[in-house]
């Protein structure tokens, strides 16, 4: 399998301050990655596919103004939550899209637990 | 509209009882089907891709199979280690990746 890692695994920040968190691929390259939201004991939530060298594109309900993607690279990813409040307190998780010898599948990173006061 | 449904949504089982978990899609054009396992407070581990109806793949007690309506992940003789919700999702023909809201298992000594 592919190796995809996410930093920071925990942040706490105040209400008001911006948060990025870095998603990359350690051994293959990733055109596509996704960020999902998930609260507890509930689903991933798709909040937007990050294909590189282009804009992201935002699942329906989210706004992109608040949560920003930059793809810079075919193996980074970074989400950025601007002027934080507590109800965007989440797990957050990113996922790299592997098409390698012929196969297309998802590999997820170990998700960041946002806390926001 | 693109729908997973995995059911059951929680199951106790004792020790070496083996059971099945169920996936039942509705796509337009299946491109993949995907079996996760999530542990709490971490991201989803990829266990199998299943690209076509008849396929089949195992990994240590767990396997899973797929038809054209449905998937199933067997699992024989299951641990206490083997407690963990586990995810099943779809690439469909839109090119959309639907997750199902998965089945919580846990596996008594």
């Known amino acids: 399998g592919a190796v995809v890692s996410q930093h920071p695994s925990r942040v706490i920040c105040k209400s008001g301050t911006s948060v990025k968190i870095e998603c990359r691929s350690l051994?293959?390259?990733?055109?596509?990655m996704f960020w999902y939201r998930q609260f507890p004991k509930q689903s991933l939530m798709l909040m937007a596919t990050s294909n590189e060298g282009s804009k992201a594109t935002y699942e329906q309900g989210v706004e992109k103004d608040k949560f920003l993607i930059n793809h810079a690279s075919l193996t980074l990813s970074t989400l950025t939550v601007t002027s934080a409040h507590p109800e965007d307190s989440s797990f957050y998780i990113c996922?790299?899209?592997?098409?390698?010898?012929?196969?297309?599948?998802?590999?997820f990173g170990p998700g960041t637990r946002l806390t926001v006061l | 509209e693109d729908q997973v449904t995995q059911s059951p949504e929680a199951l106790r089982l004792q020790e070496g009882e083996s059971s099945s978990l169920n996936c039942s899609y509705t796509v337009s054009g299946l491109r993949g089907l995907f079996w996760y396992r999530q542990d709490p407070g971490k991201g989803p581990e990829f266990l199998f891709t299943l690209y076509s109806a008849g396929e089949e793949k195992e990994k240590e007690r767990l396997k899973a199979t797929l038809t054209k309506k449905e998937s199933f992940l067997h699992i024989t003789a299951p641990k206490p280690e083997d407690s963990a919700t586990y995810l099943c999702a779809v690439h469909s023909g839109t090119y959309k990746y639907i997750f199902g809201t998965g089945t919580r298992l846990k596996v008594l000594a």
């Open positions: 996922s790299a899209r592997d098409r390698r010898e012929g196969l297309d599948t998802q590999y």
């Open positions: 051994d293959f390259q990733a055109t596509t």
